[in-house]
């Protein structure tokens, strides 16, 4: 479900990098050919490199994202000596998951901090 959300949110922003692009792209063209169609197809390319750009830069955003689950997933404790808040949050999620009648894992081992001084 995290992944689905990820890719959502960065092909969004990869749109509107582009539309930005394209709107940008378009004026220059309009100002320096003089000619609406001519400045249309330069602003068509202009939102296809920009979606494409950014597009292709947020896939490690959405790696780094990736690489946080999985490595928390696997050990817990070693994020909660390189990032204390994010462990809390991380953990706080999980028991909020664990607890509800929704969620959908049980995580074998899983241990509660609260209250621990990790």
Not at 6 to 26: P, Y
Not at 95 to 110: C, E, K, M, N
């Amino acid at each position: 479900r995290v992944h689905g959300i990820i890719e959502g949110v960065i092909v969004f922003a990869s749109f509107m990098s582009g539309a930005m692009n394209g709107v940008i792209w378009f004026g220059v063209g309009i100002t320096s050919l003089n000619n609406i169609s001519d400045a249309v197809g330069v602003g068509f390319v202009g939102f296809f490199t920009g979606f494409a750009l950014t597009l292709t830069t947020m896939t490690t955003v959405e790696s780094c994202v990736a690489t946080l689950y999985v490595c928390f997933a696997e050990q817990p404790e070693i994020l909660s000596h390189t990032d204390r808040d994010f462990y809390a949050v991380m953990t706080n999620a999980l028991a909020i998951r664990q607890q509800s009648p929704l969620g959908g894992f049980v995580t074998p081992g899983y241990q509660s901090y609260e209250g621990q001084a990790p």
